[in-house]
């Protein structure tokens, strides 16, 4: 029987789809007589977050404006190609896009999204994480409204843990000693939640992928002693056998069937283990995303989208005006409240909201967003991301006690990619 988690989940990928017909029908455009509709392009969240909010800020208008959600696919590469190719071809339908927080070096470079500015600008960034403002900028300049964040944080077994790990040494050394469990979910498909992994234990390791976005960074020791740990556990017997084909579902219905000890993974892994798996939930202990090196704090993987106004629309004023109630406070806590998704403003880890979707781990998500990693900002960001993916992958192909042969590799890759050069 399936449970009303998955359930949701159809229900709405039902409505996406009649939605998008709807919308072809119609062309997305506007009732010259009347407000502007304003096309809403984005994810579809499965607990209704994007109708919710779409519905009350349309309604707080007051027939100023009406906001019309056309959901994209679901596979986020997918959502990527839709919009590139739509922006790309100066299409006036779009007029707010929620995008991917990898997107904004791309879009904002090619032109295709509005800077935010002034009173605007003050308003989408008041009380936001600094890490999450990065992620909705690029040159300094904002192009994006913060809307939802998210972070990773080490799940494990109480009933088989005493004390959670602090660094992946110890996390692989516990792992291997367990008679029962002994593994660790991780992410690492060749696909972006790969990428994730990576740029969080190069970051934690005291370095960084890009420290511009045309200049490479990956200073060699740090980064050999991130590769280290990705060899060290692919290597090992704390690797699951779907280790190389592993993305955030498959490691959370692993853990949830009881096959390992520990899991990195986002927010909804929580709940999802209380629906799905009461036995497993009950155990579930968090802790923070381990240390690569034990004398440097971690830096926790950040994800999440942010809300852009198209260059091309023809409703810009009002379009500013629609994606600041998108992503305001209270539309913040919808998302929680409907769909778990952290909050990007600081001050709302302390609300009921959020303290009742993470019951004791509120303070934690926060600590973790605020000392997070984010991806690098780069016009060439795709490019790079496959780089790493080319390199490094599948990941039991790194020697944890010879690294330097695929550091150079992966320095090399990557400023290929930086160039848009030696990827086709």
């Not at 991780?186 to 890009?210: D, H, K, P, W």
Request: proline letters at 6%; glycine letters at 8%; hydrophobic letters at 35%.
């Amino acid at each position: 029987m399936k449970s009303s988690w998955v359930r949701r989940a159809g229900v709405c990928l039902v409505a996406s789809a009649l939605a998008a017909v709807a919308l072809a029908a119609c062309g997305g455009s506007s009732d010259e007589s009347g407000p502007p509709e304003l096309t809403f392009f984005v994810a579809i969240q499965p607990g209704g977050t994007i109708e919710e909010v779409s519905k009350r800020c349309s309604e707080e208008s007051k027939g100023k404006y009406t906001i019309t959600p056309e959901f994209l696919p679901t596979d986020a590469s997918q959502q990527r190609e839709q919009l590139v190719r739509r922006l790309g071809a100066e299409d006036s339908s779009i007029d707010i896009i929620g995008m991917d927080v990898i997107w904004t070096g791309e879009f904002a470079n090619a032109g295709w999204v509005e800077e935010w500015t002034g009173a605007d600008k003050k308003a989408v960034t008041d009380k936001v994480f600094p890490n999450v403002i990065e992620t909705a900028s690029y040159e300094d300049k904002l192009y994006a409204a913060p809307f939802n964040t998210n972070t990773q944080l080490l799940w494990y077994r109480k009933d088989l843990v005493k004390q959670p790990p602090k660094t992946w040494d110890e996390m692989i050394e516990q792992a291997e000693g367990l008679k029962e469990a002994g593994s660790i979910q991780v992410q690492a498909s060749r696909y972006e939640g790969y990428m994730v992994f990576v740029n969080a234990l190069i970051e934690s390791a005291g370095t960084e992928i890009l420290s511009g976005p045309e200049e490479v960074d990956l200073e060699q020791g740090p980064t050999e002693q991130a590769l280290a740990v990705i060899g060290k556990l692919a290597n090992g017997g704390a690797a699951p056998p779907s280790l190389s084909t592993s993305d955030e579902d498959s490691a959370r219905l692993a853990f949830e069937a009881g096959e390992s000890a520990f899991m990195t993974n986002y927010t909804f892994a929580y709940a999802s283990a209380q629906e799905e798996a009461p036995d497993i939930g009950k155990e579930m202990g968090y802790a923070r995303f381990p240390q690569v090196d034990e004398g440097k704090p971690s830096k926790p993987p950040l994800g999440g989208f942010n809300l852009a106004v198209s260059s091309y629309s023809k409703n810009k004023d009002v379009a500013f005006e629609a994606a600041t109630c998108l992503s305001n406070k209270t539309s913040q806590k919808t998302a929680v409240e409907l769909d778990g998704l952290p909050p990007s403003r600081s001050d709302l880890y302390t609300d009921k909201t959020v303290t009742k979707a993470y019951p004791g781990f509120a303070q934690l998500v926060k600590e973790s967003i605020e000392e997070s990693g984010p991806r690098p900002t780069t016009p060439a960001y795709q490019d790079v991301s496959l780089a790493v993916q080319r390199a490094l992958h599948p990941p039991d192909k790194i020697d944890a006690s010879d690294t330097e042969s695929i550091y150079d590799e992966l320095k090399s890759k990557v400023e290929d990619a930086v160039k848009r050069e030696g990827l086709l």
